[in-house]
């Protein structure tokens, strides 16, 4: 069992940045492949971004690449998702989600977290 608590999301003005926490709990958190997807109102969830739990590979959809870096920290067990040059169309609760393998199917995904709220203003 994975356990993940997402922290970090806000009310941010356009074109200011957030940085997105992800800390897991479990016997064998840093071994898994991370994934951060969001889901604005009205809308399904979709991918943000992955890495692989080597950290090596990184994924991100085409709406975010270039703006948003995603990064882990094994030793405390975290991901981190930095968001700069946001815009209001990134307004969305983000989850957290670990699983096998990276990549941008949700299906990949065993674990989950609550999500946090970000929300862009123009």
């Known amino acids: 069992q994975v356990q993940l608590v997402e922290s970090g999301g806000g009310l941010v003005q356009a074109g200011g940045s957030l940085r997105l926490s992800c800390e897991a709990s479990g016997r064998t958190a840093s071994s898994y492949a991370m994934g951060w997807f969001r889901q604005a109102p009205g809308k399904e969830r979709e991918f943000v971004a992955a890495?692989?739990?080597?950290?090596?590979?990184?994924y991100y959809s085409d709406s975010v690449k270039g703006r948003f870096t995603i990064s882990r920290e094994d030793a405390k067990n975290t991901v981190y998702l930095q968001m700069n040059s946001l815009k209001p169309e990134d307004t969305a609760v983000y989850y957290c989600?670990?699983?096998?393998?990276?990549?941008?199917?949700?299906?990949?995904?065993?674990?989950w977290g609550q999500g946090t709220q970000v929300t862009v203003s123009s």
């Open positions: 989600a670990a699983g096998l393998n990276a990549g941008t199917k949700d299906t990949l995904y065993h674990y």
């Open positions: 890495i692989s739990w080597s950290g090596r590979s990184t």
